[in-house]
């Protein structure tokens, strides 16, 4: 029998099949009703997570800087001056090193990878409670995303993240690159339907553009305001949008002392 999607509880069709870590044939499911694909139940992912930040992934750096000047953008369009950030599911701590280095009030929490960039800066560390949570690149990854969504919509009901929409097209495993058959993490894909129903769930609003970053709030968000807000983060001017001076040498003095 086949599985009920995991976002949303209904029924799926078969959708194709493909080899994973090159050994694992692996079947791939589409939801009847919001279009998310899901592997089968993975029991790989042990193997996958062998190191958490896939070597294949060279984009890692530059994706960072990039991500960076989104969020930095993002808090200028919608959130105060001093509103606090925690990047979630933050990987090696690049990004709240980038966002601390532009000031902005950025803590890292990540329970499988270890942090690197951003010690001294963990989420339990935070003075205030949260205004904005990112997480990039991760909703793809988890195994239960309604509970894992919510478990972050405690945190802040704002949450600004990135995973590739599934193309119209519909490409089959193995016919996409997003997919990821050589490390094995990638196993749900979102559609603009399955974004929408976890909203409903968590009472909130999504926004998304460019087909990868979206934004679940409590305001309803016009998508050109959402887009033009990030596409400034290819411009030369982004760092006029910088929340405050630098925390970079006021961190290095802060880490001196614990
Ligand atoms: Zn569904």
Redo the contacts with the bound molecule.
């Keep these: 029998m086949n599985p ?7 029924a ?1 069709h078969s959708f194709g099949e493909a080899l994973l870590l090159a050994k694992h044939r692996v079947h791939y499911f589409e ?6 694909v899901q592997t089968e139940d993975p029991y790989w992912l042990e193997e996958a997570y062998q190191n958490p930040v896939n070597l294949t992934d060279t984009g890692l750096l530059g994706r960072n800087v990039m991500l960076s000047r989104m969020t930095l953008l993002l808090l200028r369009r919608y959130f105060k001056k001093g509103d606090f950030v925690l990047d979630y599911s933050g990987g090696y701590g690049v990004l709240t090193r980038l966002l601390r280095d532009a000031g902005a009030e950025c803590y890292w929490h990540d329970p499988y990878t270890p942090n690197v960039f951003a010690r001294g800066f963990e989420m339990h560390r935070a003075a205030r409670s949260f205004s904005l949570v990112t997480s990039f690149e991760s909703f793809e990854h988890f195994v239960h995303p309604l509970e894992e969504i919510r478990k972050i919509s405690q945190i802040s009901s704002e949450i600004f993240f990135s995973t590739r929409l599934l193309p119209p097209h519909r490409p089959q495993p193995g016919q996409w690159w997003y997919y990821g058959l050589e490390h094995g993490q990638h196993i749900g894909f979102f559609t603009p ?2 974004l929408a ?1 976890i909203a409903k769930e968590l009472g909130l609003h999504v926004v998304s553009a460019f087909g990868a970053y979206h934004f679940l709030s409590r305001r309803k968000i016009h998508p050109l305001s959402f887009a033009v807000t990030l596409a400034f983060s290819r411009t030369p001017f982004v760092s006029l949008f910088h929340p405050g001076p630098s925390l970079t040498v006021r961190d290095s003095e802060f880490l001196s002392r614990i």
């Design positions: 009920v999607c995991r976002v949303c509880g209904e799926t939801c009847d009703v919001c279009g998310y339907a399955s129903h």
